[in-house]
């Protein structure tokens, strides 16, 4: 079974402060993609990367999918209380099947 | 609006007693798929469609059956339920697999005694 998984779990930070998290596997995917999710709710997508090396930038948030395909990380620049969330990275293994991460739940505490 | 509905959203049962959740999309996408969301688990993937009358299986398929006759819909079948089946479950849809993004319904929570 394919697994993706991230680091750190919790993460709970000041407001202004820098943070990365992380997201492992020993498997290559055709792609990647970054969602944030509140409670109560479902996932909403942030970003899809599929060359690797690739970096895409959405406003505070850079993303970076390894030259591999194996791993990605997301960068939060100067957080804010409004990036409080879980964030899920999920891997689309072959052309049909996504695996998903462990998620890390994040705290911006202003 | 374009969206992902999923009935019922909370739902208490007991096990061995027959259910369906529905799932439907108003955006004519190709793919939808069932997840189930656990606490230090993540998503993972029950079942997914390529289009109609096209299923296939995703890492935890057990104990669950989907059908796609119409593109918009994509139930969710458990036969007879059990308690560790008590959980969040999530249907997406994406206009395809690969590279596009996959929207999802506010989910059903489901508990299983």
């Known amino acids: 079974t394919q697994l993706l998984e991230q680091s750190p779990q919790f993460l709970s930070i000041q407001e202004g402060e820098n943070l990365t998290v992380y997201c492992n596997s020993s498997s290559v995917f055709s792609s990647l993609q970054w969602y944030r999710q509140e409670p109560g709710e479902g996932p909403v997508l942030l970003v899809t990367v599929v060359t690797g090396g690739e970096v895409k930038k959405l406003k505070r948030l850079t993303f970076q999918f390894g030259d591999a395909r194996k791993d990605s990380s997301l960068h939060i620049t100067a957080a804010q209380p409004g990036d409080t969330g879980l964030y899920l990275c999920a891997g689309l293994s072959g052309t049909y099947k996504y695996i998903f991460g462990t998620g890390t739940r994040l705290k911006v505490l202003a | 609006e374009a969206q992902v509905t999923q009935n019922p959203r909370y739902l208490i049962t007991v096990t061995g007693k027959k259910l369906t959740v529905t799932c439907s999309q108003n955006?004519?996408?190709?793919?939808m798929s069932w997840y189930r969301q656990d606490p230090g688990l993540g998503l993972r993937q029950i079942y997914y469609s390529m289009n109609v009358e096209v299923t296939d299986k995703g890492d935890v398929p057990e104990g669950y059956k989907v059908s796609r006759k119409e593109k918009r819909n994509f139930p969710l079948i458990l036969e007879s339920p059990s308690p560790n089946q008590t959980s969040l479950y999530f249907c997406?849809?994406?206009?395809?697999?690969?590279?596009?993004?996959?929207?999802f319904g506010d989910g059903t929570r489901l508990s299983i005694l």
């Open positions: 997406a849809s994406s206009l395809f697999p690969n590279n596009q993004p996959q929207h």
């Open positions: 955006m004519n996408h190709e793919y």
